[in-house]
């Protein structure tokens, strides 16, 4: 074997081999991408389905496919008189549809999650009816501070009314400190030397901040409509208590609720 003849294991002939194109190999490549190319653009996202997915089809349709007439428990039914579409029982009061499959997802232990699922409406529940209760106490405690607000100035109003009504008579000493105003009770005290600092003190002022209640104005509003016939709500005074009476609903506010703004 002579030096220029090549080895057919050589490098020069698999170079030479690999730059081969000749017509019948370039087109079977060809061929081949483009049966590859055509079978992807066919298929785009064709994958072959798993074994669950199957599964699931497969009980999906079994279940949405009504028994066959020719099933042997429908044929014993039929044999007892049942007909397709009537209810069950000797009545027909029975159901209609075979009672549905509830397929149990997940790996907890039986009856767990229809617990989960009770908990958490109860939790709901409770949720709700918590903000009702919170709203209630918010609406009352709302109301009830209107309510003191509305007898703290009906308190004031019915003070300085009665002083006035009792200084035009000529009373010169209220009936209980409360009935008249704050200023001039103070003034009274300091004249009569109860009270020997100039300065306000502020026992007093807790003292008369203790005098404003409902039942003290009730008081005041009383008093003022017996001894000077005069209504705190109508602002009139009657010749008698006959006369105020007739021309007047009552003595308190929640009477004269249709008069008042």
């Known amino acids: ?79 007892m008189g049942f007909k397709s579409g009537d209810s069950l029982g000797k009545a027909r009061s029975g159901i209609k549809e075979p009672i549905d499959i509830v397929l149990k997802q997940g790996t907890s232990g039986v009856g767990r999650e229809s617990h989960i699922k009770d908990m958490l409406s109860k939790r709901q529940q409770q949720k709700i009816k918590n903000l009702k209760h919170y709203e209630t106490q918010f609406r009352l405690a709302n109301k009830e501070r209107k309510n003191l607000f509305q007898i703290r100035k009906d308190f004031f109003k019915a003070q300085k009314i009665c002083e006035e009504l009792d200084y035009r008579n000529n009373i010169k000493d209220p009936v209980d400190d409360f009935f008249w105003t704050k200023d001039t009770i103070k003034r009274r005290r300091k004249s009569e030397k109860q009270c020997m600092d100039d300065t306000d003190s502020s026992d007093d002022d807790d003292e008369f901040e203790q005098y404003i209640t409902e039942d003290n104005l009730f008081a005041i509003i009383d008093y003022i409509r017996s001894k000077h016939l005069y209504c705190l709500y109508c602002v009139i005074t009657g010749i008698d208590i006959e006369d105020l009476k007739e021309n007047c609903p009552g003595p308190y506010r929640m009477d004269h609720d249709n008069e008042i703004d």
């Open 1 to 79: 074997m002579s030096d220029s003849d090549d080895d057919y294991m050589s490098f020069k002939v698999l170079v030479d081999c690999a730059d081969d194109v000749r017509p019948g190999l370039l087109f079977n490549r060809e061929k081949r991408k483009h049966d590859l190319y055509k079978r992807k653009i066919d298929t785009p996202n064709k994958r072959q389905k798993t074994i669950g997915e199957l599964e699931r089809e497969n009980r999906d349709k079994g279940l949405s496919t009504a028994i066959s007439t020719e099933n042997k428990g429908f044929r014993m039914l039929e044999k």
